[in-house]
């Protein structure tokens, strides 16, 4: 029997069907063919959270180190890249200066700073697109302290242009072409930039404090992992906040609640998280033939976990699709994976995002989206609203 009448669900459906309103295809999958075959992906996918954790957590299994993986085509070999001793080696310098208290001492007054800043710009306006015009901004800022470069003469316009030209370049490499010549140059422009913030004291920056503690990393594998970090620390993080801000937009009794009470915070951001995460996906390829649920793998194979499905796991969260602070196993989402490659930038993530929500909503009282429908969460591998415009009385 061939893989199209075995998985027949997912042999049916098309890039457009896991782009926008995924979640009920991912429950019929997860319902019916909990690891399946996609040709639209040319891939498996994984949608019970059981199996998505046997994955993640199984680096002998199912590994990130395989020549298909394009963002080390692009930036290096990185901990991103790499498993088992490799990957701690890469990993390890990096570690310290993102535990929740390094973060917490390094960044609570720089991100409220940020916040403040952007806020002032857009107050007097009565109407900004939120993600475009505040999440990224805030993340790109963030990740300009954390690398160092904030005492230099790198704008916010030039890492933006980098981090676009070398997500472009990964797109394309994971489309069958090569590493293209601006993917190339981004790279070369962020490293000339990140070297000096290198070789200075470890207090003044993330990046520096990971180099005081490399070992034996040499430049290029450092500046490899701060292009990771700086992937991660503006595309998902952006995510993280627009999502947020879509939910409580959206759901005018939790907005309330969270305004007279500000503990609620922290669940109102698991839950959001939980909900839609920012990256929905993450890639792994299988060590060697396996099975995994009832879906038989090769070799080689690319497996494609769905952390989206994973956190809508009926079987785990009781009424999966609604936004509800209030469930009892919050922190029983996978949005920032398990397993050696789980999130290294989690706590500045948060960080950010309480900070940013909270002064936002302080500031602006009568903020709502123009047009709800259009900023509904979208996307294949990141899924984030495609805009959100906001108004509020000035």
């Not at 298909?68 to 990993?91: C, K």
């Not at 990256?279 to 995994?292: G, T």
């Amino acid at each position: 029997m061939s893989r199209l009448d075995q998985f027949p669900v997912g042999a049916s459906l098309t890039l457009a069907d896991l782009e926008n309103d995924v979640h009920p295809v991912l429950h019929r999958l997860r319902a019916v063919e909990p690891v399946s075959w996609l040709p639209a992906l040319n891939a498996w996918l994984v949608t019970r959270r059981d199996l998505a954790i046997e994955v993640m957590r199984k680096p002998d299994l199912f590994t990130v180190d395989h020549a298909g993986f394009s963002t080390a085509q692009v930036v290096g070999p990185s901990m991103l890249s790499l498993d088992g001793g490799e990957h701690l080696r890469h990993r390890g310098p990096f570690e310290a200066p993102f535990r929740l208290g390094a973060v917490q001492a390094r960044f609570s007054g720089v991100v409220a700073a940020h916040v403040e800043e952007l806020l002032d710009g857009l107050t007097a306006r009565g109407r900004a697109e939120l993600r475009r015009e505040f999440a990224g901004p805030l993340a790109v800022k963030t990740m300009i302290t954390a690398l160092g470069l904030d005492d230099t003469e790198t704008s916010v316009a030039a890492v933006l242009g980098w981090y676009d030209a070398i997500v472009d370049a990964v797109t394309r490499v994971t489309a069958g072409e090569p590493v293209s010549q601006a993917g190339r140059a981004a790279f070369a422009a962020l490293k000339d930039n990140l070297l000096p913030a290198l070789k200075r004291p470890p207090e003044t920056s993330l990046l520096a404090a990971a180099a005081g503690m490399a070992g034996g990393l040499s430049e290029d594998q450092i500046v490899s992992n701060a292009a990771v970090l700086l992937f991660g620390g503006i595309e998902t993080t952006e995510g993280m906040i627009a999502n947020a801000l879509y939910f409580l937009l959206t759901q005018p009794d939790i907005l309330n609640l969270v305004r007279t009470n500000s503990s609620l915070w922290p669940a109102v951001i698991e839950e959001s998280l939980r909900l839609e995460p920012a990256a929905a996906v993450v890639d792994r390829y299988a060590v060697q033939d396996v099975r995994l649920g009832q879906a038989q793998l090769a070799a080689g194979e690319l497996v494609r976990v769905s952390l989206a499905a994973a956190n809508r796991d009926p079987a785990v969260f009781a009424n999966p699709d609604t936004f509800d602070p209030f469930r009892p196993n919050l922190r029983a989402h996978v949005t920032f994976a398990q397993g050696p490659h789980v999130c290294l930038g989690l706590h500045l993530a948060r960080l950010e995002a309480h900070v940013a929500l909270a002064q936002l909503l302080t500031r602006l009282p009568g903020l709502q989206l123009e047009n709800p429908e259009a900023a509904r969460p979208r996307g294949l591998v990141f899924r984030k609203p495609p805009a959100l415009r906001a108004t509020w009385p000035v």
